[in-house]
């Protein structure tokens, strides 16, 4: 028996176990069994490699050898795939013979039926391997002829190896092709490399070792075989070290070999199958299962078997509700439609939801011009109120007729722009196709404004997995026309987008620049990088200010960014005047997005100060900016997390459980802004005396911020707070071991007084709702509730020895309420905590002890 070589092409790597099985099938073949393998797997695997290898195996062993090539122009042809078989193993004189007995009268059927006794003649006398590539593109007279050749050469000696993306049944039902009788078949299915695979076959390719961030681009695409071969190609072509300024370059080949690769597959689909890819491309994540068929026209059982085929093709991702695996991947699918057709789909995409839970078809208007389609409805606007109406309504109406005015491309960049900035809060999905669509299709000199505007405004939204796409095209198109000093703004938006953005469902490329700032937007998203890793506050704070001093050349997401790290630099005076300057201007642009997100985050400050009331007030006026149902599902994290944690602070336990529950009923992201979810959750599961859960929260809420290297404790101080937990469990070593890590961090950040003071108001809200806060050992700062045995004064905490004083004074809960700033509830949760502690019942018994002491002392 003949074995595979131990060393095997570069485009064979990983492919060893399916070179062995097929050999395997080769070998029995020259024993004269007769056999069918099909050969699948999703885009861009390596299909056509490994048949090839199988041919070039086979006839190097002396066997007669047949081969069909099918492609989308072949398909047309009947019996196409049956000639090349034909073509490949007869002498040209044999074929002349053939033709010539065939008569003028003869018909096409009688003509493939003697093309067919000749191959059953032919495997008679010595076995026969029949190799077809792409069965799915092969013409519908040959698969009807195929598989019926196949089974009567069973007397014979015939090994049929073909390739396919989807399952051959459904290749053979659309094309009304049934064997005459069950035919046994071997499936062997090629999967994504590994990453250790994937760098051998790259590195192999070009010859020396690759940066781990080509790998990370290869990823891109699943870490296909064919997309791996383009990317080392193009380092080969470039023939210099790779830096950042190359990875667009990487990415954009990733993406178009992926995507020629793809539309090629979607080509010999089914009609079935390619009306769900649409359907798909249109109603995105947010259809459930059931409309998504509606929309497609599928019935139940055309449906699954349509899911089925596309995920066989790696086009749509494992997911219960069917959505692209490849987001972008939707712009190729619908730009292959006609105008008339995608206005079809989106009508009826239109009348499926009505206006109980219309996501707009937004790629779809990005591509077609679709402009007057648009319902704008959000899920919760039946439930909320009415549909908005009025003026709004009828400016956002005359927007999208002037859309059809024939206008510069100046002009109407400006007007998509106001038009999305309208729809931002009835029809968000809308408004972020506008968007796009400036980026897209409005790239120039003279509109390069307009689309670093669009680009600020798509991150605004919380979508940092599609806005660091989108730069990243927008970027590499515009290496050519634009100047470098006005490119900066756009690295700056591109490398802010790659901090924000998650692990799911895209790898995404490296950030667009180095470290070195040579633009004020640099230097603010610099600042925050720094911020976020704890790493050189003094630097921190000159680069934020520096870009906060030029608000006007700096796009709005990037002064977000830049007051944050001077949040996270302990500078909260300048930061929340950047904010409010950065909120009122994106008020005046009508940017809603950022100016909710620049309230977000002075609501987040607010809690991080312990001032609960305050930031409440803060996220009213972020949801009054742009209603909840309108924020990103990226985005609603981080809103739900500062609601929870603000509630706590205020001593509304009931009210942040409920806005827990809220959150639960969200899809959950990917995006970093789940590790703050995850903490705000983690405090609500101590205050229900939950450490164990409180702890599982917390450590996921640190691997997701350590993934993204965010170790600066003065943005989520989850280690202090796991510290409680692991205290409540009666782990005190790993207690101390977590505090010293973040005091350590905090020192070296700078900040450890700050840090302290967060720290102590953190385990005081805990304590107020009857967390019970353990002594604290090692270096990392005074415990915020002593033990026990330490004197009663000190076992009061500063905020309830001021409520116990007016207690004192005789005031009402409502008056100390109104003289602290505080809610009532938080009054009343304080005055229990000081009963217990004291070992006092009621409000007399409170007021005697304290004047007590104080005759005492």
């Excluded at 994540?285 to 995920?311: C, I, N």
């Excluded at 633009?519 to 911020?531: G, I, K, M």
Aim: charge should be positive.
């Amino acid at each position: 028996m003949t074995t595979t070589p131990a060393v095997v092409p570069a485009q064979l790597v990983g492919r060893q176990a399916v070179l062995d099985t097929l050999d395997t099938l080769v070998d029995r073949l020259r024993d004269g069994v007769s056999e069918i393998a099909v050969v699948t797997g999703p885009v861009g695997s390596g299909r056509s490699a490994v048949l090839e290898r199988v041919v070039d195996r086979a006839r190097a062993l002396g066997l007669a050898v047949g081969v069909a090539r099918c492609s989308p122009r072949e398909s047309q042809l009947p019996y196409g795939a049956i000639t090349q078989l034909l073509g490949t193993l007869c002498q040209p004189s044999r074929i002349g013979a053939l033709a010539s007995g065939i008569g003028p009268t003869s018909r096409p059927t009688d003509t493939m039926a003697r093309m067919c006794d000749t191959l059953l003649a032919l495997s008679a006398g010595r076995p026969v391997l029949l190799a077809v590539d792409d069965l799915h593109l092969a013409d519908p007279h040959s698969l009807r002829r195929l598989f019926d050749l196949i089974h009567r050469a069973r007397r014979g000696a015939v090994l049929a190896v073909v390739t396919s993306p989807v399952p051959v049944r459904q290749v053979l039902d659309a094309a009304g092709a049934q064997p005459s009788a069950p035919c046994p078949v071997h499936t062997v299915r090629l999967n994504a490399l590994t990453t250790t695979e994937a760098r051998s076959l790259i590195e192999s390719r070009v010859g020396h070792p690759v940066q781990r961030s080509v790998l990370t681009v290869a990823g891109v695409a699943g870490r296909s075989p064919a997309v791996l071969h383009a990317v080392a190609d193009r380092i080969t072509a470039l023939g210099r070290r790779l830096d950042t300024d190359v990875v667009p370059q990487l990415v954009a080949t990733a993406r178009t070999t992926w995507s020629s690769r793809a539309l090629t597959t979607v080509h010999g689909l089914p009609k079935s199958v390619v009306a769900l890819l649409r359907a798909a491309a249109v109603g995105g994540h947010q259809l459930e299962p059931a409309r998504l068929a509606a929309l497609a026209g599928l019935d139940a059982t055309a449906f699954a078997d349509a899911v089925d085929a596309l995920r066989a093709c790696g086009l749509l991702a494992d997911t219960y509700t069917p959505r692209l695996r490849h987001p972008w991947f939707a712009d190729d699918v619908l730009a292959g439609m006609t105008g008339p057709e995608r206005d079809r789909l989106h009508r009826r995409a239109a009348s499926l939801h009505g206006p109980e839970g219309s996501r707009v078809g937004t790629v779809a208007e990005m591509l077609g011009d679709v402009t007057a389609l648009v319902r704008p409805w959000t899920a919760s606007d039946l439930a909320a109120s009415p549909r908005p109406c009025g003026a709004a309504d009828h400016a956002t109406a005359t927007l999208r007729h002037s859309l059809s005015e024939p206008v510069t491309e100046t002009e109407r960049a400006r007007r998509l722009i106001r038009l999305a900035t309208a729809e931002a809060v009835t029809a968000p999905q809308a408004a972020d196709g506008r968007l796009r669509q400036v980026m897209l299709r409005h790239l120039g000199r003279e509109t390069w404004p307009h689309v670093l505007h669009a680009a600020d405004l798509l991150l605004s939204r919380g979508d940092a997995e599609t806005a660091r796409w989108m730069i990243a095209d927008v970027h590499q198109r515009a290496l050519t026309t634009i100047p470098d000093d006005e490119l900066r703004p756009l690295r700056a938006l591109g490398r802010l987008a790659h901090k924000e953005k998650g692990g799911l469902p895209l790898v995404a490329p490296p950030p667009l620049h180095s470290d070195r700032p040579g633009h004020p937007a640099q230097s603010a998203v610099l600042a925050w990088t720094l911020a976020t890793r704890g790493d050189d506050r003094a630097q921190a704070l000159r680069l934020a200010r520096a870009a906060l001093d030029e608000p006007a050349s700096v796009p709005l997401m990037c002064r977000i960014a830049a007051a944050r790290a001077l949040l996270c630099a302990d500078d909260v005076p300048t930061a929340f005047d950047r904010l409010d300057a950065v909120a009122a201007d994106a008020r005046r642009e009508n940017a809603l997005a950022a100016a909710a997100q620049a309230l977000l985050s002075r609501a987040e400050a607010e809690v991080r100060l312990g001032r609960g009331e305050e930031a409440l007030l803060r996220l009213a006026a972020a949801t009054r900016a742009l209603p909840p149902a309108s924020w990103h599902s990226l985005l609603t994290p981080r809103l739900a997390a500062a609601e929870i944690l603000a509630l706590v602070r205020c001593g509304r336990v009931d009210e942040a459980r409920r806005a827990s529950e809220r959150a639960r009923s969200r899809p959950e992201s990917h995006s970093v802004s789940t590790a703050f979810l995850l903490y705000a959750r983690a405090e609500l599961a101590l205050i229900e005396q939950d450490a164990a859960r409180a702890l599982l929260l917390l450590e996921e809420c640190g691997r997701v911020l350590r993934a993204k290297r965010w170790r600066n404790p003065m943005l989520i101080p989850w280690r202090s707070t796991a510290a409680v937990a692991h205290q409540l469990l009666g782990a005190p070593a790993t207690a101390d071991e977590l505090l010293a890590k973040e005091y350590h961090v905090a020192e070296r950040w700078g900040t450890v007084t700050a840090f302290t003071a967060l720290r102590t108001r953190t385990h005081e809200a805990l304590a107020l709702h009857s967390v019970e806060i353990p002594r604290m050992p090692g270096r990392a700062g005074p415990p915020a509730v002593p033990d026990e045995t330490a004197p009663e004064e000190d076992l009061l905490t500063p905020s309830e020895r001021d409520v116990a004083t007016l207690v004192v004074e005789g005031l009402a809960n409502r008056e100390i309420s109104r003289r602290l700033g505080l809610a009532t509830r938080t009054v009343e949760l304080r005055l229990t905590n000081l009963y217990r502690k004291l070992g006092v019942k009621g409000r007399a018994a409170l007021v005697a002890h304290l004047r007590a002491r104080q005759e005492d002392g």
